[in-house]
Structures are given as structure tokens and as C-alpha cells.
């Protein structure tokens, strides 16, 4: 194979290597954006038990979740959870988180909230999430849209990371109300009370926004994810469509420049034959 065509399928094999990378970001960031909460103040309404409080940095807004403890005492007592007894929420199992992201962004663009389902030490995943947004703290808060949290009463024990994706929504305070499993049916169809809601994390998401504080662990915990428009919201889904039409000329694009190397040799292999 001559010299130029070796050169030629190196720099194309590049250009497909940097092509890919790229796409890969596109997507991702299609996807979610940045994180914008991280270190964000924030209330809680009830405040949480004494027994599993709230830590300094505040642990809904830290970047970490729960881990599997390597004891045999699962996830709950790692630390990284606040816990809230239902004797202690009322007969709405409401908890309301409103986090102050600190400056208004343009482009929220999704929202996630992690919890525990460790059912064995009475720690019950809750029903649903819903996420609002508003300008000032006492301001109208929009609603974007309503996760189902529901996980088996009778499921092993998992912390999961649930996110809600929109169309991008301008906003400065993030509201978060979280509705605690305060009862359930066993499986003998006795009504049981659930004991314990354990929240670890809260994550914002901006389609254009830094991360001030890097991007979140989220090693070793389950992804579920909705969309505004699926959950009952008022809001469109994000499809990633743009970002794959890109990738599609993009594609296009390299396979064009392949075939043009490619007659261009065979025309120069024809030259050097009729040298
Ligand atoms: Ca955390």
C-alpha cells in the first residue's frame, strides 16, 4: 500500500476516534447537562430525625450517595442518608426540600433525587417525587413534573438515583417535594406502617451550566429516569433528536471523505500502472 494511502486511513481512523469522543460528550450532555446544586443551601420541612440528621457540608447537596456497607448492616447507617420517621411527617407523608442554587439559571434542564429502599431495617423507598421551580424563595413555583419512586415493599435492599428530564426551565430555587410510603399492604393484606424515608442526594442539572463542585458519584446505585411529559408534567421531553442529526452529518461527512480517499487512490493506482 503506498505511503500517502496509509497516512490518508490514519488520519481518517483519527478524525472517526475524535468524531465518536465527541458525540459520546454530546449525547451525554443532551442528556443531563451539569450538575448546578452541588454545596447549595437548602430547607427541609420537616426537619429530619435526631437519629439520622443532616451533616455539615449538608448531605442532600454533597455529590455523594450511599454506599453498601461491607458489614452486614446494608446501606442505611453508612452516613450518607437523612432519615425522616413517619411518626413525625403528617398525614400527607409531605417532606419539602427547597434549595437555593444561588443565582437564577436559564437552562434547568433535570432533576434527580436518590433514596433508599432497605426494607429489612424498616427503610421504604417513597411513593413520589415532584420538582418545581421559582424565581424567589416564596415565589410561584412551577411544577415540572412527578416521579413514581414506588420500589417492592418486599424488594432487596438498593439505593437508587430517580431523574426527571425537561425541556430547559429558567429558575433560581429548586423545589422538591417528597412523598413518604407512610403505610403499605403486606403481603398477608395486613396495612403496615413504614417506619423510615432515606434521602441521600438531590442533583440539579443545567444544559450549559459549570459544575461547581464536580460531577456526582453515583457508583453502585440504580437509575431510573422520566420525563416531564410521561410523569404528568407540562413540559416536552428531551429526545437527544439534534444531537443525533449532528452525528449523523458528522457520519455522513467522514463517510464521504473515506470514499473520496479511496477513489483517489484507486484513480492514482490506476496512474501508476499506466506509468
Ligand atoms: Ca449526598
Known amino acids: 500500500m503506498p505511503t500517502y494511502v496509509k497516512v490518508c486511513a490514519l488520519i481518517l481512523l483519527a478524525v472517526l476516534v475524535a468524531l465518536t469522543a465527541a458525540l459520546i460528550t454530546v449525547l451525554a450532555d443532551s442528556q443531563t447537562g451539569s450538575i448546578v446544586s452541588n454545596g447549595a443551601d437548602y430547607s427541609l420541612l420537616p426537619g429530619p430525625s ?8 449538608k448531605l442532600l447537596t454533597d455529590g455523594a450517595h450511599g454506599q453498601l456497607n461491607t458489614g452486614a448492616s446494608g446501606y442505611y447507617s453508612g452516613g450518607a442518608y437523612v432519615g425522616f420517621n413517619s411518626s413525625a411527617l403528617d398525614q400527607s407523608g409531605e417532606i419539602t426540600v427547597i434549595i437555593d442554587l444561588g443565582k437564577r439559571y436559564e437552562d434547568l434542564c433535570a432533576f434527580s433525587l436518590g433514596y433508599l429502599n432497605e426494607v429489612s431495617v424498616g427503610v421504604f423507598a417513597p411513593e413520589s417525587v415532584s420538582f418545581s421551580v421559582a424565581d424567589s424563595r416564596n415565589g410561584d413555583y412551577e411544577q415540572i413534573g412527578v416521579l413514581n419512586t414506588k420500589q417492592d415493599v418486599a424488594g432487596a435492599s438498593e439505593t437508587y438515583v430517580s431523574t426527571l428530564s425537561c425541556d430547559p426551565v429558567a429558575g433560581r430555587y429548586v423545589k422538591v417535594s417528597v412523598k413518604a410510603l407512610v403505610s403499605y399492604t403486606d403481603a398477608e393484606g395486613v396495612i403496615r406502617n413504614a417506619g423510615w424515608t432515606f434521602l441521600d442526594e438531590i442533583s440539579v442539572y443545567s444544559a450549559s451550566g459549570e459544575a461547581p463542585g464536580g460531577a456526582a458519584d453515583v457508583s453502585g446505585t440504580s437509575e431510573e429516569s422520566g420525563t416531564a411529559e410521561q410523569s404528568g408534567g407540562n413540559r416536552s421531553p428531551k429526545t437527544g433528536d439534534e444531537s443525533v442529526s ?26 501508476d500502472s499506466i506509468e
Do not use: E, N
Open 50 to 57: 435526631a437519629a439520622y440528621p443532616d451533616g455539615d457540608p
Open 246 to 271: 449532528y452525528a449523523v452529518l458528522a457520519l455522513a461527512a467522514v463517510s464521504a471523505l473515506a470514499m473520496g480517499v479511496a477513489l483517489f487512490a484507486k484513480r492514482r493506482r490506476g496512474i
